[in-house]
Nanobody
């Protein structure tokens, strides 16, 4: 499956952005999905996860209450709604798909099998 992330851009602090991740070459339904981000000079870090059916989600602490992950399996698309953006949210955001089971560690990048190319989000102060 190929993943295409989109929706990034340059915004001011406090603004909202919605990222999309669309799959081609296969259905997203069998995969758990995650969003990761990587800022310059830093390691890639977990942002959010959603289970295949959308019933389970998880977030890194710094984005809880501000970011929401969702999915529309009929559209083969996963979303990351980001509100109240902060300059420290600036990064390249990547979506990823995992064949893992529910007990897998979805906070780890190694759990994911397919990655999108990334979309830049820049938040100015």
């Amino acid at each position: 499956v190929q993943l295409q992330a989109s929706g990034g851009g340059l915004v001011q602090a406090g603004a909202s952005v919605r990222l999309s991740c669309t799959a081609s070459g296969g259905a997203l339904r069998p995969y758990a999905m995650g969003w990761f981000r990587q800022a310059p000079g830093k390691e890639r870090e977990f942002v959010a996860f959603i289970w295949r059916s959308g019933t389970n989600t998880d977030y890194r602490d710094s984005v809880k209450g501000r970011f929401t992950i969702s999915r529309d399996n009929a559209k083969n698309t996963v979303y990351l709604q980001m509100n109240s953006l902060r300059p420290e949210d600036t990064a390249v955001y990547y979506c990823a798909a995992s064949r893992g089971v529910l007990s897998s560690n979805f906070l780890a990048a190694s759990t994911y099998n397919y990655w999108g190319q990334g979309t830049q989000v820049t938040v100015s102060s």
